[in-house]
């Protein structure tokens, strides 16, 4: 459902760095960005509720510098707790989420994996 990958929490982070490190513990991706402080989207409103990145992705990698988002069973109430830093993988069909209210200052990393094995 959700599992502790890396800890990892630089100065300033670095996409090429995390995809890195993904590839070495054995995670493909077949995409990832990282998002910077101050970053905004006309979909922030959406991405504040509960929600899951649709029906086809499998698996994400989610990591945040400061406040990380929330994640809870698709069919429970109960929170599940990650701390600043932790890059958890994500069973995307299982655990919804969402970004916290609070996403100043915030690096965000998202990473879609290639659960195809190409």
């Given at each position: 459902m959700i599992t502790l990958l890396y800890k990892y929490l630089p100065p300033y982070p670095?996409?090429?760095e995390l995809d890195g490190i993904l590839q070495a513990?054995?995670?493909?991706?077949?995409?990832?960005?990282?998002?910077?402080?101050g970053w905004t989207d006309p979909e922030i409103p959406n991405l504040q509720k509960w929600?899951?990145?649709?029906?086809?992705?499998e698996h994400l990698v989610m990591w945040a510098s400061v406040n990380p988002s929330l994640y809870r069973l698709a069919d429970s109430k109960q929170i599940m707790i990650v701390h600043p830093g932790d890059v958890v993988l994500v069973?995307?069909?299982?655990?919804?989420?969402?970004m916290p209210i609070d996403t100043t200052n915030?690096?965000?990393?998202?990473?879609?994996?290639n659960t195809r094995g190409c």
């Open positions: 670095n996409k090429a513990l054995g995670i493909n991706l077949e995409l990832s960005e990282l998002r910077a402080p929600h899951t990145d649709g029906t086809v992705i069973d995307n069909f299982k655990v919804e989420h969402r915030r690096w965000f990393y998202r990473g879609i994996v």
